[in-house]
Structures are given as structure tokens and as C-alpha cells.
């Protein structure tokens, strides 16, 4: 399985940003796909995941929405109100257990490269 993320980019406080992850392979619905960030020097944290239903970090929810098509193979994240600490590497990352921690980096068992967010102020 690949993972390809795109949608990066600087905008202002306050702007919106999507974010996509293509993923290749061989990939099922049933799989947990996620997004998390890394900034230098911090720890990759859980930003939001969808299964069969959404989860989310407490510092985006309600400004954060994760989305999928399975058909298509894709997952997004629709960021509004970016805030200049959403700055960040985000990846994207693949679950192959429904059941494993949402927010356990060692759960996900495929990641992309990252693109970059930068928001400034």
C-alpha cells in the first residue's frame, strides 16, 4: 500500500485548507484511515480518523472535517479556521484493524510522505 498526501500549503488565520491522501494498493473499506501532524522536535500527534465513523483530536474538532471515498480510494481533510498552531507536517496514515487504537501511532501500518501546513498570522 502507498499513500500519497497533497493539498499543503501557507494561508492566513481564519483561511481554509483541504488536504487529500491517495492511497494505491491493496486497501479495503473496512480499513481505519487517519491524519496526524509532526512539528520538529514533537512527537506525531492524532489529528482526526474515520472507520465507520469519525474521531478527532479535541484541538480541531468542529473546525476539522475528515471525509472518505472508497470508491476512489481517497480520504481528505477539510481544515477551516486554521489557527497558526495547526502549522505542521501532516500525514496520512492506514489502519489495516478497525479495532486499534484511533490515536496510536504504532497502530496505523502505512503512512505517506507528509505535506506541509503553514499558517500564518
Known amino acids: 500500500v502507498q499513500l500519497q498526501a497533497s493539498g499543503g500549503g501557507l494561508v492566513q488565520a481564519g483561511d481554509s485548507l483541504r488536504l487529500s491522501c491517495a492511497a494505491s494498493?491493496?486497501?479495503?473499506?473496512?480499513?481505519?484511515m487517519g491524519w496526524f501532524r509532526q512539528t520538529p522536535g514533537k512527537e506525531r500527534e492524532f489529528v482526526a480518523a474515520i472507520a465507520w465513523t469519525t474521531y478527532y483530536s479535541d484541538s480541531v474538532k468542529g473546525r476539522f472535517t475528515i471525509s472518505r471515498d472508497n470508491a476512489k480510494h481517497t480520504v481528505s481533510l477539510q481544515m477551516n479556521g486554521l489557527k497558526p498552531e495547526d502549522s505542521s507536517v501532516y500525514y496520512c496514515?492506514?489502519?489495516?484493524?478497525?479495532?486499534?487504537?484511533?490515536?496510536?501511532?504504532?497502530?496505523?501500518?502505512?503512512w505517506g510522505q507528509g505535506t506541509l501546513v503553514t499558517v500564518s498570522s
Open positions: 496514515a492506514l489502519a489495516r484493524d478497525p479495532q486499534s487504537s484511533v490515536d496510536n501511532v504504532g497502530d496505523y501500518d502505512y
Open positions: 494498493g491493496r486497501t479495503f473499506s473496512t480499513d481505519r
